[in-house]
């Protein structure tokens, strides 16, 4: 606690640590200076101290497996290192509604809970063919949670569908959809967007998605592409917009900071993060981010061991299991090149980090804790 309060501090960061102390939100400009002039120790401090008042040592993960239809895509985001133009598509994939079924069938008798289903925005797979996916699966198995399709995908589905948000939406849950993941938000600023992403949803729509989802019942995540062309206050603006509408609709589940990765795409000139900066980026998060229940660490694009290092500055989340199902970030450079962990592994890699394994549901209701230490046996 001494720490937290240190006289080595700059004076305008001891009122800040006050604030966090006493469970009141930080403004736009205490948010900037967290990044500025918070050092990393002190951040971590705090950030622990807000993660631990909210979950103490409980550290979640779920069983997952990610179905990445196509890899197709009429965007062409600088940062992407995953997408093929729709002109180039012999060189991408695109999955057939046997083959994504056959996927979940392959986990028949297995205790997964969620599949996880995002891909590029192919001009050719519509509404319509993501429609008919979600009831094929959900006839097959009924209680797997479905989380597809970020909102860049489900404006151009709907756009081309002329259906509204509500209506699209409305139709999706329906066939079974249960979560939309948080993709495709990168930054909010429009002057990065129009730099990194000019031609895809922008921000406000972006938003708008996600409300109306809340609105009908459905919950979601958010993300943050950080560490590329943003400055702080980029950061500090898109976390304000998200803990807004967190504040009007209580329907984000998770936040999850993507540390940008620079191979095989148009800003491979553009240096990444140091390990510095992506403990300040998930740190202030957690401060900032008051009304956000949890924070996650995607252990695919981190790597497992910088993600493990996170659990003492605020996550509380690992992602799940992944099976060497996505293809996202290990064709942009990640150290994850086949991500797959067993529940053995990312129990212990939890337990190393002196938290306690909490296995969750997408709706991070507990399906099993892990409080016991794991035997180890010599037979």
Known sequence: ??????????????????????????TPEEGLLLFEKGKINWLGALANYVREQKHGDDTFFNR??????????VYSCKFCSYSRLYKH????????????????????????????????????????????????????????????????ELYYMFK??????????????????????GGGAEIFAPEIREQICADKVDADNWLRIHETAHRLGIPSNATMLYGHIESYAHRIDHMERLRRLQDQTGGFNCFIPLKFRNKNNDMSHVPESSVIEDIKMYAVARLYLDNFPHLKAYWPMLGRDLAQMMLSFGVDDLDGTIDDSTKIYSMAGAEEQHPAMTTEEITALIRKAHRTPVERNSLYEVVRRFDEPAVIRND
């Not at 997952?64 to 895509?73: F, R």
């Not at 081309?160 to 066939?175: D, F, H, S, V």
């Open 89 to 152: 598509r012999e060189e991408g994939w695109e999955l057939s509604l046997d083959d994504m079924l056959n996927i979940v069938k392959r986990y028949d008798g297995q205790p997964i809970t969620e599949v996880h289903i995002v891909g590029g925005v192919h001009p050719k797979l519509d509404f319509y063919f993501f429609k008919e996916l979600l009831q094929r699966i959900k006839a097959h198995r009924p209680e797997i949670h479905i989380k597809a399709f970020t909102a860049v």
């Open 1 to 26: 606690m001494q720490l937290l309060k240190s006289c080595h501090l700059p004076a305008e960061l001891q009122p800040i640590a006050e604030k966090i102390l006493h469970g009141q939100r930080l």
């Open 64 to 73: 997952n497996v990610h179905i990445e239809p196509t890899n197709v895509c």
């Open 160 to 181: 081309k569908a002329r259906l509204t948000y509500e209506e699209g939406l409305q139709q999706l849950k329906e066939a079974g959809l249960d979560s939309i993941p």
